[in-house]
């Protein structure tokens, strides 16, 4: 066999997997009244990038925390002045413990724990269409005409610093408590004062959704709906309001 015959050895290199996928997430609240209909609130919100990568990484590593458990509600968002002008604080979104502004009420909305007493309406389900990039967590969370306790009899309030006039709100991770102060706060949404009152039913839809970006496409600058009708969404800013 001559020089110029001889087979040529190969060596498979080393390198890295070339993944250029990603993964994005995006949040959406609206909340109403289930006896009238009437929408309050209809928004997006902001996403806390770092505690939400941390939960994610347990609840796929099975470590029994990080999953969403509760919604925290307060009242530090917004400041309004005498002449009903509203100013809108920044969501909270960066910093391991990051809270709500005034928290002054939760709500357990993981139906798997033995503290939700009414599963049917504070509760969380997972949507997926097959062939769709994109899943959603669909949470659920009632506010019934007793709760919480001590509010007011009609919501007419002319007092905005009220416990239960809230304006912002949060999903929360499980780390162990309830409402535990290890809890990581995951979402952040800050808009107009609401009062919840005797006399009203308030119903939060929160629709978390998460995409692949392997096919992202932009095809829509409209907010999410819990109906699953957007097919694509924008990275947009991370402002929640």
Not at 5 to 18: A, D, S
Not at 32 to 45: A, F, L, W, Y
Not at 116 to 124: F, I, S
Not at 191 to 196: G, L, R
Request: net charge negative; with cysteine.
């Amino acid at each position: 066999m001559t020089q110029d015959n001889k087979p040529t050895e190969t060596k498979e290199e080393n390198r890295k997997p070339q993944d250029n996928t990603g993964v994005m997430m995006t949040g959406h609240i609206k909340i109403s009244d289930p006896e009238t209909g009437e929408v309050i609130v209809d928004k997006r919100n902001a996403i806390h990038y770092e505690n939400m990568s941390q939960a994610l990484a347990n609840s796929l590593a099975n470590k029994t925390t990080g999953f969403v458990h509760e919604i925290a509600l307060g009242n530090g968002g917004t400041s309004v002045d005498p002449t009903g002008i509203i100013t809108y604080l920044t969501p909270n979104s960066t910093g391991t413990n990051a809270t709500l502004y005034n928290q002054t009420y939760y709500k357990v909305v993981d139906d798997n724990s033995a503290t939700n007493k009414d599963t049917t309406r504070n509760k969380m389900e997972v949507r997926h269409t097959a062939g769709n990039k994109y899943t959603d967590i669909v949470v659920t969370c009632t506010l019934d005409y007793g709760e919480p306790t001590g509010q007011a009899a009609f919501d007419n309030t002319t007092d905005f610093n009220g416990d239960y006039v809230f304006d912002e709100l949060g999903l929360k991770s499980w780390e162990g408590t309830e409402n535990g102060s290890t809890n990581k706060l995951l979402t952040h949404v800050i808009f107009h004062p609401v009062q919840k009152s005797l006399n009203r039913l308030i119903q939060i839809d929160y629709t978390l959704r998460i995409q692949s970006l392997t096919t992202f496409t932009e095809t829509s600058s409209t907010a999410l709906s819990t109906s699953n009708t957007v097919s694509g969404t924008t990275s947009g800013g991370n402002t929640g309001y």
